[in-house]
């Protein structure tokens, strides 16, 4: 199930490559080169790291007690937190375009059998927050 198009032109897998820089390596100077989507990149990026602490918040009461976001990878706490972050944040986005859209970008950085754990995460947590939230 690989994606054929570049990874440089898909918005998500920046807004991925940007918040883990941020998260796990300390990037302290966020650039955002030119792109038809920087200011949805921006907005995203920006967004996850001002609200990290609600998002962390919002994701353990949703995963629920026996769940352990921190033994996740990174990779994947990251997707997490800005999947999260649209379903809360971004209402006129469907669920299921968010959805599709990070599973698409993951493909460039996960397995395919790691890609339908995440796509079950993202689904339990999307519908969780976009019914209590409505």
């Known amino acids: 199930m690989k994606t054929t198009y570049s ?7 920046i807004i991925i490559q940007k918040l883990y820089g941020k998260f ?10 030119k792109h038809r989507f920087k200011k949805f990149i921006k907005d ?3 967004g996850t790291i001002e ?3 609600l998002i962390r918040t919002e994701l353990d009461t949703k995963l629920g007690e026996e ?3 921190d033994n996740l990878d990174k990779v994947f706490q990251t997707i997490l937190k800005a999947a999260t972050y649209e379903f809360l944040y971004k209402p006129n986005l469907s669920l299921n375009i968010i959805i599709k859209e990070y599973l698409n ?3 460039f950085f996960l397995e395919d059998s790691q890609t339908k754990y995440l796509n079950a995460l993202l689904d339990n947590i999307g519908k969780k927050l976009r019914t209590t939230n409505a």
């Open 7 to 13: 990874p440089k032109n898909n918005p998500r897998v």
């Open 24 to 33: 796990y390596n300390e990037d302290n100077d966020l650039d955002f080169p």
């Open 44 to 46: 995203i990026v920006l």
């Open 51 to 53: 609200r990290n602490e």
């Open 67 to 69: 769940f352990v976001f």
């Open 105 to 107: 970008s993951s493909n």
